[in-house]
C-alpha cells in the first residue's frame, strides 16, 4: 500500500514561515488527488488544501492566501508552503488523498505558532 511519511514540522512564532513535506512511497500524484489536513485539540479532522490529480488547487477559506500547495512528482512529494502563521494554524497536520485514503492515517508532522 501507499505510504505517506509527513515532516517540516515545530514551532514558530506568529507571522513566520514554514515548509511541511509528504514523502509518497511511489509515483501516485498523477492518479490521485492529494489534500493536507489539520486537526487541532478538541476539533475535527480538516483539509486545508488539496490538489487534483490534474493539478487544479484549492484551500479552505482561513487559509486562502496564507498557504500553497505544491507537488514535485519527480520526486514524489507533496509541500504546503505556510507563510503568516497564526496561533489558531496550530495543529497536527497530515497529507492523504482527496477523495480516497490511501494507507492508513499516519502520525502526521506537529505545528505549533507561538511566542
Known amino acids: 500500500q501507499v505510504q505517506l511519511v509527513e515532516s517540516g514540522g515545530g514551532l514558530v512564532q506568529p507571522g513566520g514561515s514554514l515548509t511541511l513535506s509528504c514523502a509518497a512511497s511511489g509515483s501516485i500524484f498523477s492518479i490521485y488527488g492529494m489534500g493536507w489536513y489539520r486537526q487541532a485539540p478538541g476539533k475535527q479532522r480538516e483539509l486545508v488544501a488539496g490538489?487534483?490529480?490534474?493539478?487544479?488547487?484549492d484551500y479552505a477559506d482561513s487559509v486562502k492566501g496564507q498557504f500553497t500547495i505544491a507537488r514535485d512528482s519527480a520526486k514524489n512529494t507533496l509541500y504546503l508552503l505556510m507563510n503568516s502563521l497564526k496561533p489558531e494554524d496550530t495543529a497536527v497536520y497530515y497529507c492523504?488523498?482527496?477523495?480516497?485514503?490511501?494507507?492508513?492515517w499516519g502520525q502526521g508532522t506537529q505545528v505549533t505558532v507561538s511566542s
Open positions: 490538489i487534483t490529480s490534474g493539478g487544479s488547487t
Open positions: 492523504n488523498g482527496l477523495l480516497t485514503t490511501l494507507g492508513s
